[in-house]
């Protein structure tokens, strides 16, 4: 009901955009110069894109400059910067009919849930022609196809392809655990022994008890604590199954854990609350022990910190109790689709299949021959004299260089720019094979919109309270012992039990069940 409106309001915009869209073409364009197998157009065509603008005057990124050159598409992004949010930016977008002919989405269940509504075309209609190098890719790659084909069996979106399995890892102070005279935790007990001497050995020297043993950022917090007694916090699968850790039976021995690590101080008191600016200030201020992040970033501080802090070894250690829960999807839930009201719809689609063309998944991974890489060997090498920048990566996002649209990142990519300590990290966890069968992360898109809403209601309900008891529980407002049965019965009364079995339908469809 809502998209019979949508498209009322579409038609109309469409006819005031028409004439407007034609007077900036040729305005704004000059004679094109692409020439050869990647053009497609045959003169210079300007189409829009929801994504966001550069910081640069003309909001224009550096790879679309460089695509324009090779394509003669020029893609104009029509989110400004000073757009807050994005998901904000989206629902507008879609309120007012006026849909710009290429759409990225952060929310690729909702992005799925408009195209079956008529929004978006279904990509897999165009692989012969338009999207044949995306096809061909997908061939080679049927677990991703599997990832993102919605419910009805159609594929909407080019999702981002992250490269590489291993996304984030455990790292620890070994200069510290040299001061205290220890080894690297392997499980519950020895770690709580670490954290309790990272607390009371004063291991960076200043003769003050400030040191916080753990601290989580925003995004992971306290939940890779809780395999240390092989429970999990929120949902995850095994075995084929979908669960929710809250309502195991190891959880309860898991939290009481925790709830005793944070009373002693051996967990950062503002773990829930502090933002992702946690790492910098626990590692630059000097009183950070142990944490769980990003390998690649969190390495770097080994570079950076060298001189401040004395001896400062900041450095990956095995996955505690042998298990891993962190890891890069197999597909993100973000990508962009094509506008089913464009104009420009053939060119639209053969700008996105540009992306998994050899030369546009280079620019798009590497940036510009000659100024950003050299080829060596056959492969893309990031300059040398770029690399030794301190904003070598700033540089890179500047000009769009790994941007937030659908592509297949490279992991050779990131290989360059981490240093030896990451790259040991990934090494130990690669070969540590730790990690657990992963929720796919793309549930909601195999299932119906009905189901999709339900869906929605039910687990909004469920984690909102629970995640409520547990910032209760952690930081003492409640007594875990006394309030779990009630937790557990309010779960229940919440519609946890449909809640499950629609997430075990998902996946049940997901795997061709
Ligand atoms: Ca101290």
Redesign the pocket.
């Known amino acids: 009901m809502k998209m019979k409106k949508l498209f009322a309001l579409l038609a109309a915009v469409a006819m005031l955009a028409s004439v407007c869209v034609g007077c900036t073409e040729k305005e704004e364009i000059s004679a094109g110069t692409a020439s050869g197998s990647l053009v497609i157009s045959e003169k210079p065509l300007e189409l829009k894109a929801f994504i966001n603008s550069s910081k640069d005057d003309d909001g224009q990124w550096g790879v679309f400059k460089e695509a324009f050159k090779m394509t003669n598409i020029n893609v104009v992004p029509t989110i400004s910067k000073s757009n807050s949010s994005f998901g904000e930016a989206f629902n507008l977008m879609i309120a007012s009919g006026n849909i710009p002919d290429i759409v990225l989405s952060y929310n690729v269940a909702q992005f799925c849930e408009l195209a079956m509504e008529g929004a978006f075309v279904p990509l897999n209609e165009y692989f012969d022609d338009e999207l044949k190098d995306f096809a061909a890719f997908l061939k080679e790659n049927p677990d991703i196809e599997k990832e993102i084909k919605a419910y009805d069996g159609n594929i909407y979106y080019i999702p981002f392809i992250p490269g590489g399995v291993l996304s984030s890892g455990w790292f620890v102070r070994q200069d510290w655990l040299d001061k205290v005279g220890m080894e690297a935790p392997t499980n519950a007990e020895e770690m709580y022994e670490v954290l309790t001497a990272f607390k009371t050995q ?10 916080v043993p753990y601290w989580g950022t925003t995004t992971e917090q306290i939940s890779p604590l809780f395999p240390l007694w092989n429970a999990r916090h929120g949902f995850y699968l095994e075995n084929g199954k979908v669960k929710f850790g809250q309502m195991e039976k190891e959880y309860p021995d898991a939290i009481r854990n925790i709830i005793k690590w944070y009373k002693e101080g051996l967990i950062d008191e503002e773990v829930l609350t502090r933002a992702s600016s946690a790492r910098d200030k626990m590692l630059q201020d000097n ?1 950070g022990g142990m944490t769980h992040d990003w390998f690649g970033s969190t390495a770097l501080f080994n570079d950076t910190l060298k001189d401040k802090i004395p001896g400062f070894k900041f450095i990956p250690m095995a996955a505690p109790n042998g298990i891993e829960i962190c890891q890069r999807p197999v597909a993100a839930k973000q990508g962009w689709g094509v506008s089913a009201g464009s104009e420009h719809l053939e060119e639209s689609l053969r700008f996105i299949n540009f992306f998994f063309t050899e030369e546009g998944n280079r620019l798009i991974n590497y940036g510009v021959e000659g100024v950003h890489y050299d080829m060596v060997d056959g492969k893309p090498a990031f300059k040398p004299e770029l690399l030794a920048q301190p904003d070598f990566k700033k540089q890179l996002t500047d000009f769009g260089i790994q941007l937030d649209i659908g592509y297949k990142q490279d992991y050779e990519y990131e290989k360059q720019w981490l240093n030896e300590i990451a790259l040991e990290g990934l090494d130990m966890y690669e070969k540590g094979n730790w990690l657990v069968e992963p929720l796919p992360g793309n549930l909601a898109i195999q299932l119906t919109p009905e189901e999709t809403t339900e869906y929605n209601t039910l687990r909004n309900r469920v984690t909102t309270y629970s995640n409520e008891m547990f910032q209760k529980w952690i930081l003492g407002a409640e007594d875990f012992d006394t309030t779990y049965d009630t937790f557990k019965k309010q779960i229940k009364k919440l519609g946890y039990d449909d809640l499950i079995t629609l997430m075990q339908k998902a996946y049940d469809r997901y795997n061709g069940k």
Request: negative net charge.
């Open positions: 004063d291991p960076n020297g200043n003769g003050k008890a400030d040191e009183i």
